[in-house]
C-alpha cells in the first residue's frame, strides 16, 4: 500500500510523518510516535481509553485515520504537564485516589480537561455529561467527578484577579 | 509498631504518578527490537469435529514468520489449571466452544499476521451441541464429552435434617432464581509478550494474576524447565478473576520459541469477549421453611452452574456457592447443593465473588419475600435470623467473630432513617418511584482447605536505610503493592516513600500465589511482617549497642530510633551502616500459609 | 482490518469524478464513527476511501427560509448552532443523544443519514421537520424529501457514486413547537431502544395545523405515523387525544424484535414516549402568545 506524508502537531512538536493513510491516528500515536499513553480498549469508539485531543476537542483516535490528522494539533497526557510540574487534573486524579489500574485514566483526564476548556464551573450533571464516553471498569466515577471539581476550583482561583 | 501510623494513614497508590503523566507501561506498551505480532485463530463453531487444518498456503504467505498449529508444541498441549490438563493450546480434532483456538501466527504486522489467519484453511463438521444447562442434565441429552458426563461435580452441604426443618416451618417459599453471564470487561484486553534472553531463557511479560503459575504451565507446554522460564508483569489494566487463568502466555511463549524472535500476542476485544473465562450464569432452586415470628427452620438449595465444556474453576466455584448458600444467618437444617455442568457455551470461572453475588441474590429475595408474606420488618428478620459470634456455620466452621453483620445492619438502617421510609414520598415526580432496599451477605477469602494458600515475600534494607520490597503478589488496581509496602514500612520503622516495590517477576520475586480470593494482604502482609523480622532485629540489635539502653524499651519510626516515645539522634540509616559493619544482615525472607480450622472438611 | 487507499478531494467535482469509478470499492469517509469499526471487523474492504473533510459540506447556513446543513457538518457543530438551536430544538437535542463528546465531535448527519441504521438519532426530527435531501452524482443533483429516502428494507436511495451534500430544514412556522425523546438501556453511550420525535404547529386560533409523529430504531427504518399525525389535525390543542393517537400510531405499525428488546416491549415504550413528547410540544406551545 502507498504511504502518505501526513503532517501535524502532537504536544506542540510539529512532525511529518510517513504512514500509510488509512491506519488510525491511535496505532500511530502508540507504534510510531511512542505516546503509550494512548490506550486501546476496544478500537470501536465504545470505550474512550484513547481519547485525545484533536484541535481542541475530544476524540476517539481509534476513529481517526492518521491522513484525516493532516494539520492538525493533538494533544496526548504526555503533553498536558508540559513541563515538569502537573496539571491540577493530573495531581488531583493522584490525591483523589480517581482510578485503580489506570487503563482509562489518560481517556478521563483529558476529556476532564476538555471540559474545563469551555467551563470552569461544571456541574456534577456537565461533568458526567464530559465523561460519558469514558468507561471505567474499577471505579464508580464519584472520585472522578470530585477530582474534576475540585481542579475547576483551583484553575478558577488561579483566573481570579489579584 | 504500637502507633501504626503508616497503615494507619491513607497513601497515594503506587505507580499513580506514571499512570497520570502518561509513563504507565501496561503489556501493549512494550516493545522489542524485531518484535513479532501474535494472533491466533479461534473457531467457526461452538461444537465440531476438526477433519483437517491446512496452513500451508498461510506459511508462504509474505511476512509470515511462524504459523503453528497442535503438532509443533513440544511438550503439553493444555493449560494446567487446578490439576485439570482438558483444555488444550491448540486444538486436535474438536472444538467444543467458541473460543477455541485452533492455529497460532506470527507476522511482521498486523496486516500480515490478519492475511495469515485469513489464509488458514479448516474443515470442520459441526455437530450439535449442548446450550442449556439443566436439558444437559437430563439423560438422553448430546454430551459434551465422550469420556465424561455433563454432571460433572455435584456438591451438597448437609447439616440438622432439612425434612424434619420444614415439617417444622409455618410456611415454606420456593422460587427458583435465574442470574446471567457476566463478562468481567477489564479495560485492558489480554496480552503477553514472549522473547529469549541472552542466556537461552524464555521471558514473559504477561498481563496476568499468577506469575508463577503461569511459569509452570509455560515450561511444561514447551518441555523446558521452569528455572528456564521467567515471566513479568507489568502494570494490569483491570483483571477481576478473568485473567487469573492462563490466556495467551503459552501461546506467546510457543511464537517466541519457535521463531527465535519476540512475538506480542494482544487479543482485540471482540476476541477478549469471546474466549476468557466468565461469570457462571446459575438457575438456583431456593426453599426457605420459616415459622410466622421469621424464624427459618430450614433452607434447601439447589444450584446448576453453566461452566462451559471445560472444568477450569468450575467445580470450584460452584461449590463455595454450595458452602455459602445458606447466607449469613443461623439456620440448624440445610442441604445445600450445587451442580457444576458441562455445555457448549464459553468457559466460566473466576469473576468477582466466585459464586457468592450468585446465590447472595437469591437468598436476599427469599428473605425480602419472607417478609412480605408474613407482614414482617424486612430489617428486623436479618436480625432475628443473623449470625453471631460462637455460631456454626453448615460447613462446620466456627464463627470467632460475627458481631460485625448485626451491629452494620442496624447502623445502616440507622443511616437509611428505615423506621421512617414510609413517610417519606415515594413518588415525587410521575416518572419517579423511591425506594428502600436491604441485603447483607456471607463472604469469605482465601482459597479454601483444598488448595495451597500461601505467599514468599522478600526485603532488604540498603545502606542508605531505604528498602526493597519484593512481592510475587499481582496488582491489578486494587492497591496490593501500596498496601503491602505500607505493611513493609510499619514493620521496619520507615516513610513509606523510602520503599520500593519490585513488582512480580519470577526472576526475582518469590510466589504469591495468584491474586484471588481477597486473600493477598493476609498471606503477603503476614509474610512480609515475617520478612521484616531478621532486618529489624538486626537495628535494635545495633540500636542496643550503640546506645547502651535495653532493646525492650527501643523502637524504629518513620526513620528513626526511638526509646521509649523519645526520637533519639539515630536514623535508620545510621543504623543501617552499622549494622552491616557489624555482618549482620539487612535482609529477610517471609513465608505464610493461610490458616484454615482443623477439623472442618469443606471447600470454604 | 484492511487499510484501503485513501483520497481527500478539494471540490465536489473531484470526488465526484472519483466516486463515479466503478472499477473499484469506494467508500465515502465521513467522521468515520460507523464505517472505521465496520472496516476493521472486516465488514467492508473497500479499495478506496473518499474523505469529505476538504469539501465545502461542513458549514451551516440560512437561506431564504431554510437552514441548510452541509452532509459534513458535526452533532457538535449543530448542538452550538445559534440557527439550529433556536429553530430545529429536537434535532440539537436527538445530537446530544448520540455517544459521547468525542464521537459528537467527528459524526456527521450525513453520516448518520447514510449509514441507514433503524436507530439513527437524527432522522425522526429531520423526518418532524420536513427536512429534504440534497444529493450529487456525476454532473447530476436531486433533492428528496427525507421520507422518501429509505426504502422499507431500510436501505437508502443513494446510488453508487452518489453523495448526500446537504440536508435542508424548512424554518418552521412560528406557532411550532417540537421534542425528541430517547429511550435506550442506559442515559448515555446507549443504542436507542425507541426514538420519538414530533411537530405540533397551530393556526391562529390554537387550532392544530399541522402534526408530525416520527418512530426510530421501532421498525426496520424511521418512519412517520400519518395515521395517528392526521387525526392531529384541526384538533384544539388543549383537547388533543395524545394517548389515543399515541395508541394508534403503535398498533397500526409492527415493532421489531433485536438484541435490545422485544417487539412488545418497543410497543409500550413507544406509546409512551410518543404521548409523552406531544405533551412537552404542548407545554411549549401553550408558553407562546398569540395575538388575535
Known sequence: MTEKTVHLWVNDRELSIAAEPSRTLLEVLREDLKCISVKEGCGRGDCGSCVVIMDGKPVNACLVLIAQAEDAHVLTLEGLSGGTALHPLQRLFVDKWAFQCGFCTPGMILSSYALLMKNLEPTEEDIKEAIVGNLCRCTDYHRVIEAVQEAARELRQLNEPG | MSELEIVRNKASAFGSLDVVKGKAYYLKDLSFPGMLVGRLLYTAYPCAKILRIDVDIARSLPGVVAVLTHHDIPGENSYFYGGNSDQPLLAVDRVYYQGDALVAVAAENDEAANAALAAVIVEYQPLVGVFDPVAAMQPGSPRVWQHRDNIFDHTCVEDGNVENGFKEADIIIENTYHTQLVEQAFLEPEGALALTDLDGTLIVYASAQAPHRDRMQIARALALPESKVRVIVPRIGGAFGGKDEAHVQIHAALLAHATGRPVRLVRTREESILTHVKRHPVQIKYKTGVKQDGRITAVHVLAIGDTGPYVNAGQEVMGFLASMAAGPYRIANVRLESYTVFTNNPICGAMRGFGVPQVAYAYERQMDEIAHRLSLDPVKIRLLNGLETGDRLPTGV????????????????????WENRNSVERQPAPNLRRGWGVATSLFSIGLGKVW?????????????????????????????????????????????????????????????????????????????????????????????????????????????????????????????KKAWFKDRPLHGEGFYAMEYPKDVEHVQ | MSYPDYTAPTTLREALEILGDTARIIQVLAGGTNLIPRLRSGEIEPHLLVDIRLLPLNLIRLEKDCLRLGAGVTYSQIMEDDMAVRYFPALVNACREIGSPSIRNRGTLGGNLAACIPEAGTVPPLLVYDAQISMAKGKTERTTPLSDFYRTSGESILEPGELIKEILLPLPAPATAAHFIKSGNRRGMTTAVVNAAVRISLDQKRYIREARIALGAYAQKPFRAEAAESMLVGCRLDEAPFDRLARLAVESNPARTDLFAGAEYRKKLARVLIARALREACTDLNKIEFHD
Open chain 2, 398 to 417: 466456627t464463627l470467632k467473630e460475627a458481631g460485625g453483620m448485626k451491629a452494620g445492619l442496624r447502623e445502616a438502617a440507622e443511616l437509611a432513617d
Open chain 2, 452 to 576: 495451597p494458600d500461601h505467599a514468599g515475600a522478600g526485603l532488604e534494607m540498603t545502606l542508605d536505610g531505604s528498602v526493597i520490597l519484593r512481592t510475587g503478589a499481582t496488582d491489578s488496581g486494587q492497591g496490593t503493592h501500596t498496601v503491602l509496602a505500607q505493611i513493609a514500612a510499619e514493620a521496619l520503622g520507615v516513610e513509606l516513600s523510602s520503599v520500593r516495590v519490585i513488582t512480580p517477576d519470577t526472576d526475582k520475586t518469590l510466589d504469591a500465589g495468584s491474586s484471588v480470593a481477597t486473600r493477598q494482604i493476609v498471606v503477603s502482609g503476614n509474610a512480609f511482617l515475617q520478612a521484616a523480622k531478621p532486618i529489624h532485629k538486626s537495628l535494635l540489635l545495633t540500636a542496643a549497642e550503640e546506645t547502651g539502653l535495653p532493646e525492650e524499651k527501643l523502637s524504629l519510626r518513620r526513620g528513626f530510633l526511638y526509646c521509649d516515645d523519645e526520637p533519639l539522634n539515630l536514623t535508620v540509616s545510621d543504623l543501617a
